[in-house]
């Protein structure tokens, strides 16, 4: 069945919301449809030849922080196909033109939350994190003696810019985490009231400056089921961390579980007693270039990493990232030149999202057969490309 690929417009989306609300089971809305497009998105439709709309993907203008440069992000969500047209190409249809939406507004990588890993694989995504909720009991946690010098304190909705500019500056350095900034996250006006689903924010500060947030939610009951639902906590100093931790300690005696979604080393994790974790959810993400030239130049790397390697790229759905490339990193930068000669070392788009996140090093990205080296040759010269942080997210989309 063919299929026209296109921009969604105004007069598409009622009928892509509730494609959507079919894919993901959400309950029926009573309220009208909105007909506004939203600021720092773009819908990408399917349509059969009666112009039925059959298949939908989103396009998030995210920014992602690498080592203390925003990278330009087309995060991919909402993708949907009417049961009737699954099977037939749609899906990749769909995120084929998206990317190349993407190349065109200047993004450089990609991320996406699967429902199912294969159709992305086949796209060229690969599985390189998880945002995992974990529960931990409340009785572990610490409570230390408080702090000279540090003020803990309720916040409301005039400290939600405070929170945001304190999230910056612990997450900057690090690799994949959203900016929050521009696009989606834009407002018009200041707050009135705490996010949805938030119902308290407490504040640790020093000399009036924020050094550490958490923002909760307080759950329903107080016996043996009850949960404090930490959305998220952040903290610049130990000491800022301790207090935090402190203070979620004192729910005990009415929500006997914690349950927060915690960064893999940081100040508040290095005060939790996670051997004592319980597992809640995990959802897996997925990564992949969507321009390698910017993906390598727009980001940060580690300022004392120097190196080169060469390395042929194959990607299938975006063929302008196939070829033979040198990629270079010096003094906190990099770049990805094109060169005549084929490189004997070869590496698939998905083995690049492995490494460019630092999800894998050369030798695992090997054994998966995504990376294909003569014999003699150490895959481990690609780990230049993976150099820094680890990457992670906070943010479902």
């Known amino acids: 069945m063919p299929t026209l690929i296109r921009q969604l417009e105004a007069d598409d989306l009622a009928a892509a919301g509730e494609l959507g609300r079919l894919a993901f089971g959400s309950a029926p809305s009573t309220a009208a449809p909105s007909t506004d497009p939203r600021p720092g998105v773009t819908g990408y439709g399917a349509f059969d030849p009666d112009g039925r709309l059959v298949g939908k993907a989103v396009d998030l203008h995210h920014e992602q922080w690498w080592a203390g440069r925003r990278v330009s992000a087309a995060d991919v969500g909402g993708v949907a196909v009417l049961p009737e047209a699954r099977g037939r190409g749609v899906a990749l249809a769909l995120l084929r033109e998206l990317l190349r939406g993407a190349r065109e507004r200047g993004a450089a990588i990609s991320a996406l939350y699967p429902t199912v890993t294969g159709p992305y694989r086949r ?15 409340t009785v572990a946690l610490p409570r230390h003696r408080p702090a000279p010098g540090l003020t803990v304190r309720p916040g409301g909705p005039a400290d939600l810019a405070a929170t945001a500019d304190l999230y910056e500056r612990i997450v900057r ?24 689903g938030v ?6 500060e020093q000399d009036g400056r924020l050094v550490g947030y958490a923002s909760w939610q307080r759950g329903r009951g107080y016996d043996q089921h009850a949960v404090l639902t930490v959305e998220e906590v952040l903290a610049s100093t130990p000491e800022a961390a301790r207090e935090l931790v402190g203070v979620l300690a004192s729910w005990q005696s009415v929500t006997p579980t914690v349950r927060l979604w915690p960064l893999g080393t940081d100040a508040v994790a290095a005060n939790l007693p996670l051997e004592q974790a319980r597992q809640h959810e995990q959802r897996i993400w997925m990564h992949r270039p969507v321009d390698v030239v910017r993906a390598v130049r727009s980001r940060g790397w580690p300022a004392h990493v120097r190196g080169r390697v060469d390395f042929a790229l194959t990607d299938e759905i975006a063929p302008w990232n196939s070829g033979s490339w040198r990629l270079e990193v010096d003094g906190g930068g990099a770049e990805l030149h094109r060169i005549p000669e084929e490189p004997p070392t070869q590496l698939s788009v998905r083995g690049f999202a492995l490494l460019y996140t630092g999800a894998a090093d050369g030798y695992a990205v090997a054994e998966a057969g995504l990376l294909r080296c003569p014999a003699g040759t150490d895959p481990g010269a690609l780990d230049l490309l993976g150099a820094g942080h680890r990457a ?4 479902y989309f």
């Open 392 to 395: 992670e997210l906070l943010d």
């Open 199 to 204: 119902d308290g924010l407490t504040l640790v």
């Open 173 to 196: 350095h690090r690799c994949g985490l959203l900016t929050r900034r521009g696009g989606v996250f834009d407002r018009n006006q200041p707050p009135t009231a705490l996010p949805d």
């Open 123 to 137: 796209a060229g995504w690969e599985v390189t994190g998880a945002l995992r909720a974990v529960d931990l009991p």
